[in-house]
């Protein structure tokens, strides 16, 4: 269905109505209505799902300065670990927020510091690769102090990256704290908002400047928005063939492979011509283990490709068959699932393994990939090139579940059936019903049903297992949002 393309190829209505067209539009606010929901209610709930990915605002500074604080204080509920001394926060940690009926997402970093070493040095990757991966970037200064050398420092980074940025000048709580935030001007980053995080003073003025940074959605970097070649982004452990696979595919020798793990650092995008289709791979770095116990190069190799997953369209996840699959395997494969994109799960060295390690692999796979049961999967060997025909099927497959959109009265039709012959468990002497709902975006597929009541998570997962069966959205993750309809005679204030 795609009422909602113009000639041009543009998506009208791709923000206010998500993926609905306005005919269908006006249908389903009309059931909604019918139903007893409150219409703004509704026309957010699908605006929410349909938009994509929410804008990204990156909470940047050195150690101290009050970086959690102001998260807190942003997304109004204290989450963000805080305490009176520096280097508490280690990882990003996102959250999402809302101020004057936007919403965004807020990545609180740990503080950066220049010429350090071991996990502070990681602690200023992660906030580097923040500032990469942000659509703009508050940055947090002691007012008390004033700008110190590392505080400049991170004012050279900022203009690097060419993001928009907001100068949060913290701690000051009152009037007199004012004349310390003027001296920021002299970092050259714009007007300083004195904000006091602890106690909320300005921070209203400061959220709008953000909004004003923030675009309204973040441009699309991948895929055929850009007219380009579809991105695949190969993921996984170190030493399991990523390099291999992607000189077999190309036909030659375009990255170095090593028997010694860890061989690329950096993401090699490469232009490939694979059952007659341009392809753009891009073959990432070994992910090790567990991001902030990792050092050096290994720290920022990891950073990059989680940025490479996030700029592809399919991560096609390679696992080593020979071995057990292991709990970094399963992260990998949940690193691409979380950022929505369809997945293809490719197990290499299918050549070496007996009928033994077969007959185990498969109980593994049932047990420990049971939850990506849906992914494409192809058996392979980057050494001699066995059954490398069969990868391109499988992005296009994974590809088409991504981009899947089910009309809404078909998807009601199909809700009235699964309801009545599978209703939800009664709890606490009721019985919520879904009542019906409408996917409100594609890439990946994104749903809101509306319910007379709360849904388990158990039952999400059977109407998620039943979408599945139904309409295929084979290799792709699915989203569930669920809005609960408010007691008939309540009205919001």
């Given at each position: 269905m795609n009422d909602d393309i113009q000639p041009d190829g543009s998506a009208a209505h791709e923000y206010e109505h998500g993926a609905l067209g306005d005919a269908e539009y006006a249908e389903f606010m009309e059931l909604a209505a019918e139903e007893g929901?409150?219409?703004?209610?509704?026309?957010?709930?699908?605006?929410?799902?349909?938009?994509?990915?929410?804008?990204?605002?990156?909470?940047v500074g050195r150690p101290n300065v009050g970086k959690s604080t102001l998260v807190n204080r942003i997304i109004g509920r204290r989450e963000a670990v805080v305490e009176d001394k520096p280097g508490v926060t280690r990882d990003r940690v996102t959250y999402e927020a809302e101020w004057a009926g936007r919403r965004f997402k807020v990545v609180d970093t740990g503080g950066w510091e220049q010429d350090v070493l071991g996990i502070d040095a990681s602690v200023a990757a992660q906030a580097e690769y923040a500032i990469e991966a942000a659509d703009a970037v508050v940055f947090v200064v002691d007012a008390k102090v004033g700008a110190t050398d590392t505080d400049e420092a991170v004012v050279r980074l900022l203009r690097k990256a060419g993001k928009p940025v907001v100068l949060c000048a913290n701690k000051v709580d009152g009037p007199s704290g004012e004349a310390d935030a003027a001296y920021l001007w002299n970092l050259g980053l714009g007007e300083p908002h004195p904000v006091s995080a602890l106690h909320g003073r300005g921070t209203g003025d400061m959220l709008d400047a953000v909004l004003e940074a923030l675009p309204e959605a973040p441009e699309q970097t991948f895929g055929t928005a850009l007219g380009?070649?579809?991105?695949?982004?190969?993921?996984?452990?170190?030493?399991?063939?990523?390099s291999s696979l992607l000189n077999k595919v190309a036909g030659e020798e375009r990255v170095v492979v090593n028997e010694l793990a860890g061989t690329t650092r950096d993401p090699v995008d490469e232009i490939i011509e694979l059952g007659g289709v341009t392809w753009k791979f891009v073959d990432t770095a070994g992910i090790r283990k567990r991001v902030h116990l990792q050092q050096g190069a290994d720290y920022y190799a990891s950073l990059r490709t989680a940025a490479a997953v996030e700029k592809a369209e399919v991560a096609v996840v390679l696992i080593d068959a020979s071995e057990n699959i292991s709990v970094q395997d399963q992260r990998i494969v949940t690193m691409a699932v979380e950022a929505g994109r369809a997945l293809v799960i490719a197990y290499n060295k299918w050549d070496t393994l007996d009928e033994e390690r077969r007959y185990y692999l498969e109980r593994e796979i049932e047990t420990e990939l049971g939850q990506v049961a849906w992914a494409p999967r192809v058996n392979v060997s980057a050494r001699t090139g066995r059954h490398m025909e069969k990868l391109v099927p499988a992005i296009e497959t994974a590809l088409a579940g991504w981009e899947t959109r089910v009309p809404t009265g078909r998807l009601n039709a199909f809700l009235g059936e699964l309801v009545a012959a599978h209703p939800h468990p009664v709890r606490g002497g009721k019985q919520p019903r879904i009542l019906f709902g409408t996917q409100a975006g594609t890439k990946p597929p994104r749903f809101v049903l509306f319910a007379?009541?709360?849904?388990?998570?158990?039952?999400?997962?059977?109407?998620?297992?039943?979408?599945?069966e139904e309409f295929g959205f084979e290799g792709t993750p699915i989203h569930i949002s669920v809005r609960v309809r408010e007691k008939r005679g309540t009205k919001k204030k």
């Open positions: 929901f409150d219409i703004e209610d509704v026309e957010g709930a699908i605006e929410a799902a349909g938009h994509g990915p929410l804008p990204v605002l990156a909470v380009g070649p579809r991105r695949i982004a190969l993921i996984g452990r170190p030493n399991v063939g990523k007379s009541g709360f849904i388990e998570a158990g039952y999400r997962r059977f109407i998620e297992r039943r979408l599945r």
